[in-house]
T-cell receptor, first 113, second 114 residues
Framework: GNSVTQMEGPVTLSEEAFLTINCTYTATGYPSLFWYVQYPGEGLQLLLK?????DKGSNKGFEATYRKETTSFHLEKGSVQVSDSAVYFC????????????FGRGTSLIVHP | ETGVTQSPTHLIKTRGQQVTLRCSSQ?????VSWYQQALGQGPQFIFQ???????GRGNFPPRFSGLQFPNYSSELNVNALELDDSALYLC?????????????FGPGTRLLVL
């Protein structure tokens, strides 16, 4: 079956540092890949997505590239801000049919001023 | 602010009881999904409803059931509660005409089963 593995957190960074949160997946076929973010006290929200190999999803300065050869979808940001402190979830959904996502366990990011 | 509300925010039940959780989404959100998020885990898909019919289900037993109403509200019912049902339950709605991953999540209901 499908599965998503994320690096364990928390990830603690100083403001303006470079961020990488690793995500690898196992799936049959050609899944779509997603990053969701959950800010403190709020519901999850879609951050970015990529639907095919070599696609790059980007939003709010965050980027992730769909790497089929390494089955990875690592989240990166060049310069984090305190307001980026949140829990980040990597997810996938198999192509075709209903959207039934498989989520990773989440990685907590804490950014200090 | 996603426009999706859930009630109650917290709930305590005992093993064997039944529980109903509620979700209210915005007008035009014809698809609603429910997820279970255990502590320290990512959300697990329970099921999805579209126009009051279930049209997708994850690996959850039949004692997890749902309803969707014409007024864009929905319910998750869990019978014969077990200790492992303790979790945060999330609902997410999707506006008609958007891509499938465009979901608006509510803040969740935290259920504790003793």
């Amino acid at each position: 079956g499908n599965s998503v593995t994320q690096m364990e957190g928390p990830v603690t960074l100083s403001e303006e540092a470079f961020l990488t949160i690793n995500c690898t997946y196992t799936a049959t076929g050609y899944p779509s890949l997603f990053w969701y973010v959950q800010y403190p006290g709020e519901g999850l929200q879609l951050l970015l997505k990529a639907t095919k190999a070599d696609d790059k999803g980007s939003n709010k300065g965050f980027e992730a590239t769909y790497r089929k050869e390494t089955t990875s979808f690592h989240l990166e940001k060049g310069s984090v801000q305190v307001s980026d402190s949140a829990v980040y979830f990597c997810a996938l959904s198999s192509s075709g049919g209903s959207y039934i996502p498989t989520f990773g366990r989440g990685t907590s990011l804490i950014v200090h001023p | 602010e996603t426009g999706v509300t859930q009630s109650p925010t917290h709930l305590i039940k005992t093993r064997g009881q039944q529980v109903t959780l509620r979700c209210s989404s915005q007008s035009g959100h014809n698809t609603v999904s429910w997820y279970q998020q255990a502590l320290g885990q990512g959300p697990q898909f329970i099921f999805q409803y579209y126009r009051e019919e279930e049209n997708g289900r994850g690996n959850f037993p039949p004692r997890f059931s749902g309803l969707q109403f014409p007024n864009y509200s929905s319910e998750l019912n869990v019978n014969a509660l077990e200790l492992d049902d303790s979790a945060l339950y999330l609902c997410a709605s999707r506006p008609t005409g958007t891509t499938q991953e465009t979901q608006y999540f509510g803040p969740g209901t935290r259920l504790l089963v003793l």
